[in-house]
């Protein structure tokens, strides 16, 4: 079964909707269609050797259909789309968003708790490429409370690995909000990647300890390769993204030294920020105004 990326669900998603796609999916299937075709057997091999008529069916497409909008299988896109709709039964407003917010993120987490356990680092990472920030904080404090975080973490750092850089991209941004003392050392190295926005977001993860349950600790000094990325990187967005990080480091001499550089930089957005983290620490002086 290929990993392929992950399609979103509409704002807000219909199962009657969804239940149509699937059955013009298999009709055009069992039309023949060529793009019908290469979109079940990428997830269902098993129906490219066989005779189209006989062995393809409506849960066929279904499933299909499912882990093209990044979920396991059916069962669970509709548990999620009835959990995000409206229910009748529900007489409180209020109480009904609450529970199917409940629901929602109870899924999310499974779902990405199976790609993990599953070893699928690429719709796991393009899953929380997805996700905005209310609904990554939700999962991690479900998966916490659970004890399941640790799982998922493996899966990430498994994707920091992974041959494809946007699988290294999308996993790496995750870790932002999700890493652990584990993920210093694979998240270090991936400050050499040969891709500039792997290398961005890997430095953004390592440096910034916002975002993070607890403060990740580097394991040695992160100044002097922080120093580097910020003067010389061969990327320019890069070395933007790099200057900013220093501002934790002012304490340093280094830093301090390296950020009076910036500040006369070529690049004005480069400058602009060296001089704007300079004047927070109140180190600012009439060479570099």
């Known amino acids: 079964m290929r990993n392929l990326p992950v399609r979103p ?7 009657d909707h969804l239940r149509g796609q699937a059955k013009s999916l ?3 299937f069992l039309a023949g269609d060529a793009g019908a075709r290469e979109r079940v057997v990428a997830q269902l ?3 490219g050797d ?3 008529d006989r062995h393809a069916r409506l849960a066929d497409a279904q499933f299909v259909l499912a882990r093209e909008y990044g979920f396991p299988n059916w069962a669970r896109l509709k548990t999620y789309v009835e959990a995000a709709g409206p229910s009748a039964t529900t007489v409180n407003p209020r109480d009904q968003r609450r529970s199917a917010r409940r629901q929602v993120v109870y899924e999310l987490a499974a779902s990405l708790l199976i ?9 796991l990472g393009a899953r929380f490429a997805l996700m905005p920030l209310r609904d990554i904080l939700a999962v991690r404090e479900q998966l916490n409370g659970a004890g399941e975080l640790p799982a998922v973490v493996d899966g990430l750092l498994e994707g920091l690995r992974h041959p494809r850089p946007r699988v290294r991209f999308d996993c790496a941004n995750a870790l932002d909000h999700l890493a652990d ?3 210093a050392g694979p998240l270090r190295r991936l400050l050499d990647d040969p891709v500039p926005r792997v290398r961005r977001a890997a430095l ?3 440096s910034c300890d916002a975002c993070k349950l607890s403060p990740l600790e580097p394991g040695e000094d992160l100044v002097p390769t922080l120093i580097n990325m910020a003067l010389s990187d061969p990327s320019i967005r890069v070395r933007r993204a790099a200057v900013p990080l220093l501002e934790s480091h002012c304490r340093d001499g280094r830093v301090e030294e390296t950020l009076r550089t910036l500040a006369l930089s070529d690049d004005p957005a480069i400058g602009r920020t060296a001089r704007e ?4 620490r109140d180190l600012l002086r009439d060479d570099t105004a």
């Open 50 to 52: 066989v005779p189209w």
């Open 26 to 28: 298999l009709k055009a």
């Open 45 to 47: 091999p098993q129906l």
């Open 9 to 15: 669900l509409p704002a807000s998603p219909s199962l």
């Open 115 to 123: 790609w993990s356990r599953q070893h699928e680092a690429q719709a």
């Open 277 to 280: 983290v300079l004047r927070r």
């Open 181 to 183: 003392e584990r993920c």
């Open 204 to 206: 953004h993860s390592l």
